[in-house]
């Protein structure tokens, strides 16, 4: 089953130049929006005036929203500041990646992508963050501390995949290949999204993943 690879991917993919989520339904393109906006004000404050000059009135201000609702979709103007982190799978896409019988690394991506597309990132926003990060190491220290949660879902979801695919593999072995796997993941990740934004977010994912896959068939 390769649908980490085909149909899910590319149905993503096909949203990714939109800066706005107006695909979504109802209420969650509502609660997207007012994320964006409020991420958006925390990050262009903080880099005109530096994020421990910037308050959460300030935010909340630019935003448009009272501070009720900041801390309802925020619990500090750090958690703004850094952003997120990538959305988990769906539970149908989960399902989909357990079933599959693809190469395990591979597959992995296509979930993460698609997991992370279906949120439709913002080009701007992502490199104003990166800026922001450059500028102020600590948030930079903060974020990557956020995306170990990241890192062990697809972990533990690596796990699920070896272990319905490979019934007679030791525990142990089965842990050290899912922690290979993602080890590798979050590697290509970087490189994906780096040359997804020199795009301006127009790349095609598929053709950016084959070509970080093709990279390390060559140093293995």
Request: aromatic residues 6%.
């Amino acid at each position: 089953m390769q649908i980490m690879q085909n149909a899910t991917l590319r149905a993503a993919a096909s949203r990714v130049g939109a800066a706005e989520p107006e695909e979504l339904g109802g209420r969650e393109a509502k609660r997207e929006r007012t994320y964006r906006r409020m991420e958006k004000a925390a990050v262009e404050l903080a880099l005109q005036y530096g994020s421990e000059h910037v308050t959460v009135e300030q935010i909340c201000a630019a935003s448009d929203v009272s501070a009720r609702t900041f801390f309802n979709y925020f619990g500090s103007k750090e958690a703004a500041l850094i952003g997120r982190g990538k959305p988990s799978p769906t539970p149908e896409l989960r399902a989909d990646f357990v079933a599959a019988d693809g190469p395990l690394l591979n597959d992995l991506l296509r979930l993460i992508m698609a997991s992370a597309l279906a949120r439709q990132p913002d080009v701007d926003l992502i490199r104003s963050r990166r800026l922001l990060f450059e500028r102020e190491p600590d948030l930079a220290i903060q974020a990557f501390a956020r995306n170990t949660g990241t890192r062990d879902e697809y972990l533990g979801i690596a796990i699920e995949r070896i272990r319905r695919s490979e019934p007679t593999m030791s525990d142990p072995d089965v842990e050290d290949e899912a922690r290979v796997a993602t080890a590798v993941l979050m590697g290509v990740m970087h490189i994906v999204g780096n040359r997804w934004l020199e795009s301006d977010g127009t790349a095609d994912f598929d053709h950016l993943i084959d070509h970080a896959l093709n990279h390390l068939k060559r140093i293995l």
